[in-house]
């Protein structure tokens, strides 16, 4: 016995100041782990998923300031719990909040790009273009490194979450009562600001329930996603203009070329936000004015795009088809049928179809269902040029390839063409110059613009550079659409040009704006005296009272303009938004 207390540690005082020591440094280390434990679940339960909402500069840890609904839940649910069970469910609690917290990421991407939520069931394919937008911005080293980080980050996530939250539940278990003294204040605490609505910064409330609001919202992805498909087959059966003749649809463009021009990213904030609307106003003034003198006319108005931030081809294919294509779901249902598009019309029509698509740079099947007799992509328009950034090639080429290779020919009839202008998609950097037509050639002469110009990792640095960058590419996109008109335009060109979706919120802020411009110019009066009724302001910049449509309800009303109403007992509602 005697040996066996002089075997034995001494007590707490009389240990060894080494042995103190460590058990001091283990003991905060401990507590260091458990504190940083904490605030890994704290940051994951309030951060909100539309970092937008947080304030900018040195306030915004004020909006951090919140009580999480659920981590009170979930201490009370541990509490409950035998203590053995509890580091197991603590376990599966902390996996489904690492999991969670992903979809929260990737949703802070979406809604600063796309100014929207992720949509966990369709939006995958979205991914891999958002990593071609990234390399073209950050350059390839840049992307994967990007790519890198963020499957590290997953990982972590989803392996240091649940560790996280078990190292609480030890907290929970060795301290119960102060525990539950800690989420009974915490409750009535949470209680109290929820019925004040108390918040330290506009939008964000100090009762959090952000986790659980995205925990519901993600999980009714998958049936409103049933849904949606069984709403948007019942609108797709409705087609007032399916059986109409040819011989019936159009009349009114009979002999016409008739040109419908998109540029990328032309919303209602570039003719109405102050850091924009002075200098694209000004292109737009002078371009009518030039036109004007030329004999043109033109009438002017706002579509309410499916789409904004991105998902050109979600805007295409409602503008096209007079449907409402907001989601990946509805455009791929939309092209796997036989839906007719306004091209569809023309080529019903007897009208050679053309589609001229310098952003398309793999097959594209698609181009069948539109209706085009042909598609010139990124690799059959003849650019010898380097690419801008994620533009492939500048504006005014395009329109000279297009004036080249199809409405400059001779032997050629009236004709029906899509042109999709990309010289202002994201990331708007480097700007091309616009030149002599005679001089763009086969596009070598634009290799100089691009190694003269800044980067897109150069000008993303700094805000206020990348919304002129922005400015510059539309005020770039829409001189190259006028002096298209004012150099090969006749009395036969009817050019209808738009944009397809308003800009990402670094560009837009928080307008909440899905508005595009949408211009219609002709020489011939009777063309312009068709659509009279639609009350479009005069010249190529609408008003900001212009009539909005929501941009579904153009087919129709296009369709009936210049080829006589749908059939009776066919028609579709197609009123303001």
């Not at 040009?497 to 009777?526: C, K, M, N, Q, W």
Request: aromatic share 8%; net charge positive; proline share 6%.
């Amino acid at each position: 016995m005697l040996l066996f207390h002089r075997l034995r540690r001494p007590p707490g005082p009389d240990r060894p100041p080494a042995e103190r020591g460590a058990s001091r440094r283990r003991r905060v280390l401990s507590g260091a782990v458990t504190g940083l434990a904490g605030l890994v679940v704290l940051a994951a339960l309030i951060v909100p998923d539309n970092i937008s909402r947080l304030p900018p500069g040195h306030s915004w840890p004020s909006a951090l300031l919140r009580i999480p609904i659920e981590g009170i839940l979930g201490a009370a649910i541990l509490l409950s719990l035998p203590v053995r069970a509890r580091r197991r469910v603590a376990v599966g609690l902390g996996a489904a909040l690492g999991l969670l917290t992903i979809v929260k990421i990737l949703n802070m991407g979406f809604f600063t790009v796309l100014a929207r939520q992720f949509n966990p069931v369709l939006d995958w394919a979205l991914l891999d273009d958002g990593l071609t937008v990234l390399r073209d911005s950050v350059g390839d080293a840049g992307a994967t490194g990007a790519v890198i980080g963020a499957v590290l980050l997953a990982v972590a996530l989803l392996v240091g979450m649940p560790l996280a939250v078990r190292r609480l539940a030890g907290t929970v278990t060795g301290h119960p009562t102060a525990t539950r003294r800690t989420a009974t204040a915490g409750a009535a605490a949470w209680v109290t600001f929820a019925l004040l609505g108390t918040g330290l910064v506009p939008g964000v409330f100090v009762a959090s329930d952000t986790a659980a609001a995205l925990a519901y919202s993600t999980a009714l992805t998958v049936p409103q996603g049933v849904q949606d498909r069984r709403a948007f087959a019942r609108e797709a059966a409705v087609d007032a203009y399916r059986d109409t003749a040819g011989d019936r649809l159009l009349t009114g463009l009979r002999g016409k070329d008739v040109v419908f021009t998109f540029v990328e990213s032309y919303g209602r904030t570039a003719l109405e936000d102050p850091k924009y609307a002075a200098e694209v106003g000004a292109v737009l003034r002078s371009g009518h004015q030039e036109l004007t003198r030329a004999g043109y006319s033109a009438r002017s108005g706002y579509l309410t795009s499916s789409t904004a931030g991105g998902g050109s081809w979600l805007a295409h294919a409602t503008f096209q088809s007079g449907l409402w294509i907001n989601n990946e779901q509805r455009y791929r249902t939309l092209v796997s049928g036989e839906r007719l598009t306004l091209t569809g019309a023309f080529h019903r029509a007897a009208v050679r179809t053309v589609g001229i698509e310098p952003g398309i740079t793999y097959a594209w099947p698609e181009g069948e269902f539109y209706g085009f007799d042909q598609v010139y992509d990124s690799h059959t328009l003849g650019y010898r040029g380097p690419a801008f950034s994620w533009a492939t090639m500048p504006d005014q080429f395009t329109l000279s390839a297009f004036e080249r290779l199809e409405r400059g020919r001779s032997d050629r009839g009236p004709l029906m063409a899509e042109v999709t202008l990309v010289s202002s998609h994201t990331p708007w950097t480097p700007v091309p110059r616009l030149l002599d037509w005679d001089e763009v050639g086969d596009g070598s002469v634009y290799a100089p613009m691009v190694a003269a110009g800044p980067t897109a990792g150069e000008v993303w640095k700094d805000a206020k550079r990348v919304r002129a960058a922005y400015r510059e590419s539309i005020e770039y996109s829409l001189n190259s659409i006028i002096s298209y008109v004012r150099t090969y335009g006749d009395d036969d060109l009817v050019m209808v040009f738009l944009g397809d979706h308003e800009p990402a919120p670094i560009i837009t802020g928080d307008s909440g704006s899905r508005d595009v411009p949408i211009t219609v110019v002709s020489r011939d009066r009777t063309v312009l005296d068709r659509i009279a009724g639609w009350n479009w302001t005069d010249g190529l910049a609408p008003a900001p009272t212009a009539p909005v449509w929501r941009m579904d309800a153009f087919r129709d009303r296009f369709l009936a303009a210049f080829g006589g109403p749908a059939p009776a007992g066919r028609q579709q509602a197609l009123g303001p938004r």
